[in-house]
Nanobody, 117 residues
Framework: VQLQASGGGSVQPGGSLRLSCVASGFSAGYYTLGWFRQAPGKEREGVATMQWRSGSTYYADSVVGRFTASKASATNTMYLQMDDLKPEDTAVYYC???????????WGQGTLVTVSS
């Protein structure tokens, strides 16, 4: 499984960004894809995870109502639309994938999101 994440950048508080993760080599019917983030000095945390086949998505409480995950099945791409960004959203965001129940088996490279005025 290979994962290619992109879309990070710098925005002001209240701004928006959309991250993309292109996945290859995975079993679409049985896999979960997810976004995780790690802020400086903090542990990595889950942001959103999606069961690929059903599209059922779990969000961390800290991003509910602000972040929306979606997918494009034709291109095996998962998106993370991030709105109303806050400074505490600053982190390196990672795309991960694995069989349902083991979403952190495979990792892509991180993409940096910086929210600052």
């Amino acid at each position: 499984v290979q994962l290619q994440a992109s879309g990070g950048g710098s925005v002001q508080p209240g701004g928006s960004l959309r991250l993309s993760c292109v996945a290859s080599g995975f079993s679409a019917g049985y896999y979960t894809l997810g976004w995780f983030r790690q802020a400086p000095g903090k542990e990595r945390e889950g942001v959103a995870t999606m069961q690929w086949r059903s599209g059922s998505t779990y969000y961390a409480d800290s991003v509910v109502g602000r972040f929306t995950a979606s997918k494009a099945s034709a291109t095996n791409t998962m998106y993370l639309q991030m709105d109303d960004l806050k400074p505490e959203d600053t982190a390196v965001y990672y795309c991960a994938s694995g069989p349902t129940g083991a979403v952190q088996r495979y990792w892509g490279q991180g993409t940096l999101v910086t929210v600052s005025s």
